[in-house]
């Protein structure tokens, strides 16, 4: 699948030490186990030309205490608290300058953030979609793009669950209702 980089943004959901390391608060091992493929597939693209997309999961400590009835906290307990070790992104995905990073406070990265503005200010249609947890703010991330007539890309082999069959949904919902399901490798940046 060949991809222009200058209308093409790699997003990368929320592979900070709460979910990706083993003393985060919320760990999941399969989130560990794409930060390879992820931190490769980011420095092609970005070699490429193209933008390169940090999501960041970040609660403040009270950020739910007046809640109707999103709670996050009652649902996973408390997690990527603001200025928290948890809620930074792992070192081996260096956010380098030219990167954006979008601080959200829900599952999904376009909901009362910048997102969208900022992807079409530059032009951004195609969205290569990575990160974790595949059936949580990956999904709903992707889901929202393709609301927004972005072109949603689930990179499966770079995406994070807890279990499998998490993955397994979150990937064959995505491309059935909203996006493309495809692999980083079969993804090539080009003019």
């Not at 503005?117 to 709903?140: E, K, Q, S």
């Amino acid at each position: 699948m060949h991809l222009e980089p200058a209308r093409t943004a790699v997003v990368v959901v929320d592979m900070q030490n709460g979910f990706c390391h083993p003393d985060g608060s919320l760990y999941a091992p399969g989130s560990e186990t794409v930060i390879e493929p992820i931190a490769e597939l980011v420095e092609r693209a970005r070699e490429a030309g193209a933008q390169i997309v940090y999501t960041r999961d970040v609660h403040p400590p009270e950020q739910f205490e007046d809640a109707h009835y999103y709670d996050e906290f009652e649902q996973w307990g408390e997690h990527v608290l603001e200025d928290s070790w948890d809620a930074e992104i792992v070192d081996e995905l260096a956010v380098a300058d030219a990167d954006h990073v979008v601080e959200k406070h829900t599952y999904d990265a376009f909901y009362n953030t910048e997102l969208e503005g900022w992807l079409n200010a530059r032009g951004i249609d195609d969205l290569a979609i990575c990160g974790t947890l595949a059936n949580v703010c990956v999904l709903h991330t992707g889901g929202s793009a393709g609301l927004r007539d972005f072109r949603p890309l689930m990179v499966e082999d770079c995406i994070g669950s807890i279990e499998d069959e998490h993955k397994e949904y979150a990937v064959e919902h995505a491309g059935w209702l909203f996006g493309e399901v495809v692999d980083s490798d079969d993804l090539e940046f080009d003019g």
